[in-house]
């Protein structure tokens, strides 16, 4: 109470509403890769941002062969042969921002490890994830380019990722399965922190065409002669139109292949934004893609979605005659664990805990008494309200939903008062998509 010694009318305004939760972003992943320049850690909401921040994509090299179009008559005109990439490394991140941002995706950080002169290493990838665990905002990890290391490196760095989830409780990882091979994730993935992250496969057939110098594009014809670029033919003495503006076409047609993971983070982005974090990411079409680079039936998925020996469920992805590419999977890497077998659950519970755990700040140093803890019992209870309304917990009724328990006698002792602590205990019934819908028929014995 404040102390009044002049007389006269005060107003005090006095707070009767408890504080509210504010419920933290659900995709904002991380993206590592190498950039054209400058290196560490920058958010950014477009592709424009990033090529300002780290510059554009890496330029690929190919190499035309042509022959003429009319073997009789070798000094006429010629029809391309065939085309090959000369450059054999590929910098996805680029690319793979492109993917997530045409899936959905918005805003997200960067994590440069280097340039595109530097050889991929796995300390890079190490370092890049030192410098995110000092970034809070992000809640997935994406590592784009590490599928460019050798299978032991790239799941040592996703050891490293799913380690962090565990250790911050933020955030998940989006895993690739490296050149499709599935035995080798599951051999390479480790035994722990499983729940932390969700793998998928295989990788993609794009629609986004490579970015090339036409200095780099070199052009043979079968010959003895030196080769000529692309650039050269067009700017020569002798310009050949037609044949550059034919090889300008094929060059387009030229198609970037992808590891999948961009695309399904741009996926988790569209899927929380309209329906919820509660969603399963599935069932749910992927953009900007010709296809899976790999056609999977039902008894393959089988062995990916289940596995008996070690529970590493794998996701696929799966194209369905009319209905295009779809994500066929919302299975974590702990395909066997009752309570974390799948990624909506485990993101549900990362965001519940995030809010919960931000919003409950006030209450540090506050006085440790039935007024402060109905404060902070009735925010849970609120937010936890509004998610049930909205479909993400299951019950016919709040109180079948969730509970939230704070009190001396409940969660605390007298000891546990004296040493500080105030214990609150939230329950929730996260909603678990339905993976498997059987429909029973049988005969009905005419009756009339």
Request: with cysteine; hydrophobic share 40%; glycine share 8%.
């Amino acid at each position: 109470m404040p102390t009044y010694r002049t007389p006269g009318v005060y107003v005090e305004e006095l707070s009767n509403l408890p504080p509210s939760v504010a419920e933290v972003s659900t995709a904002i992943p991380a993206f590592f890769g190498y950039t054209e320049r400058g290196t560490g850690v920058a958010r950014i909401n477009t592709l424009l941002e990033f090529e300002r921040r780290f510059g554009g994509p890496r330029p690929r090299a190919f190499v035309v062969r042509t022959r003429p179009e009319d073997p009789a008559k070798p000094a006429g005109s010629r029809i391309i042969d065939s085309i090959r990439r000369e450059d054999g490394l590929q910098h996805n991140l680029h690319a793979s921002l492109s993917l997530f941002f045409k899936n959905g995706g918005g805003s997200c950080y960067i994590v440069s490890v280097g340039d595109y002169s530097a050889v991929p290493e796995a300390s890079h990838f190490e370092a890049g994830l030192a410098l995110l665990a000092k970034e809070d905002e992000p809640t997935l990890i994406v590592l784009t380019d590490a599928v460019n290391l050798d299978a032991a490196g790239y799941y040592a760095v996703a050891q490293q990722a799913l380690a962090q989830c565990q250790k911050l409780g933020d955030r998940f990882t989006i895993l690739d399965v490296k050149d499709g091979d599935v035995d080798a994730l599951r051999e390479g993935i480790g035994a722990n922190n499983l729940m932390y992250g969700a793998a998928y496969h295989p990788y993609l057939q794009t629609t986004i065409s490579y970015h090339y110098d036409e200095a780099q594009v070199t052009i043979e014809d079968g010959s003895e002669k030196p080769a000529v670029t692309l650039a050269s033919i067009k700017s020569g003495d002798k310009p050949e139109t037609a044949l550059y503006n034919t090889i300008r076409t094929a060059l387009a047609a030229q198609r970037v292949v992808l590891p999948s993971s961009a695309a399904i983070a741009g996926v988790y982005a569209q899927v929380d934004r309209d329906r919820g974090v509660w969603k399963a990411p599935a069932n749910v079409g992927i953009a900007s893609v010709i296809g899976p680079v790999t056609k999977i039936n039902s008894e393959e998925q089988e062995l990916l979605n289940v596995d008996p020996n070690a529970g590493k469920s794998i996701n696929a992805i799966r194209a369905f005659a009319g209905k295009g590419t779809l994500v066929w999977g919302a299975r974590t890497l702990a395909g066997n664990d009752n309570e974390w077998r799948y990624v909506p659950v485990r993101r549900l519970f990362i965001t519940i805990e995030e809010s919960c755990q931000k919003a409950t700040s006030f209450a540090v140093f506050e006085p440790n008494d039935a007024t402060t803890w109905l404060k902070v019992k009735g925010m849970i209870e609120s937010y936890l309200y509004g998610l049930w309304e909205k479909g993400g917990l299951a019950g016919p009724n709040p109180e079948a939903a969730y509970f939230v328990n704070v009190g001396l006698g409940k969660t605390m002792t007298t000891q546990d008062v004296l040493e500080g602590r105030m214990n609150i205990e939230i329950g929730v019934a996260a909603v678990r998509p339905a993976e498997f819908i059987v429909l029973r028929f049988s005969h009905k014995l005419q009756e009339a």
